[in-house]
Antibody, heavy 116, light 109 residues
Framework: EVQLVESGGGLVQPGGSLTLSCAASGFTFSSYAMAWVRQAPGKGLEWVSS????????YYTDSVKGRFTLSRDNSKNTMYLQMNSLRAEDTAVYYC?????????WGQGTLVTVSS | QTVVTQEPSLTVSPGGTVTLTCASSTGAVTSGYYPNWFQQKPGQAPRPLIY???NKHSWTPARFSGSLLGGKAALTLSGVQPEDEAEYYC?????????FGAGTKVTVL
């Protein structure tokens, strides 16, 4: 059974940093690209970033370029989203998702709140 | 800034049919945009329904179908059930970058 479990969310001050993790199980992690999607409170879904199965490519939405860095450790079946220079508008539930048949499996999300 | 446009809201009667669409600011949506559709209910993670325009996941009810219609991606719900009331999002692929639509709120009334 595919399982994705996000962790690392919490309250952080504007300008601060946070690293989210996505622990995967139930599939050959290194064979699949992965993604982060976020949802601000009461708002729609926003694709944030994707990474290739071997970490050989990454893509970012414009609003996080230069501030967020996506990486993965295939030996630990884990993906990481390093978030720097956080802003109030980064406040959201962050979901990780597996990419095969589209974004076919999702975690339950972790909440990031950027506030002073 | 690429924008993906969906109807903000649609209302359908139980047992009826409704079609949601997904347009791209870059032009006609083709299969090369690999349209995905997701259903989300309050307090829940999104649930994938359709990928690559018209392919269903093993858990997708038969009453959901995806297509291309008039230069847009489309999601059709046939024989709508009360439990289909939800927010529906499309997702388009732009050669690496992906963009979600703002969502369509479907009300079953």
């Amino acid at each position: 059974e595919v399982q994705l479990v996000e962790s690392g969310g919490g309250l952080v001050q504007p300008g601060g940093s946070l690293t989210l993790s996505c622990a995967a199980s139930g599939f050959t992690f290194s064979s699949y690209a992965m993604a982060w999607v976020r949802q601000a409170p009461g708002k729609g879904l926003e694709w944030v970033s994707s990474i290739g199965g071997r970490g050989d490519y990454t893509y970012y939405t414009d609003s996080v370029k230069g501030r967020f860095t996506l990486s993965r450790d295939n030996s630990k079946n884990t993906m990481y989203l390093q978030m720097n220079s956080l802003r109030a508008e980064d406040t959201a539930v962050y979901y990780c998702a597996k990419i095969e048949a589209g974004l076919d499996y999702w975690g339950q999300g972790t909440l990031v709140t950027v506030s002073s | 800034q690429t924008v993906v446009t969906q109807e903000p809201s649609l209302t359908v009667s139980p047992g009826g049919t409704v079609t949601l669409t997904c347009a791209s600011s870059t032009g006609a949506v083709t299969s090369g945009y690999y349209p995905n559709w997701f259903q989300q209910k309050p307090g829940q993670a999104p649930r994938p329904l359709i990928y690559s325009t018209s392919n269903k996941h093993s858990w997708t009810p038969a009453r959901f179908s995806g297509s291309l219609l008039g230069g847009k991606a489309a999601l059709t719900l046939s024989g709508v059930q009360p439990e289909d009331e939800a927010e529906y999002y499309c997702l388009l692929y732009y050669g690496g970058v992906r963009v979600f639509g703002a969502g369509t709120k479907v009300t079953v009334l």
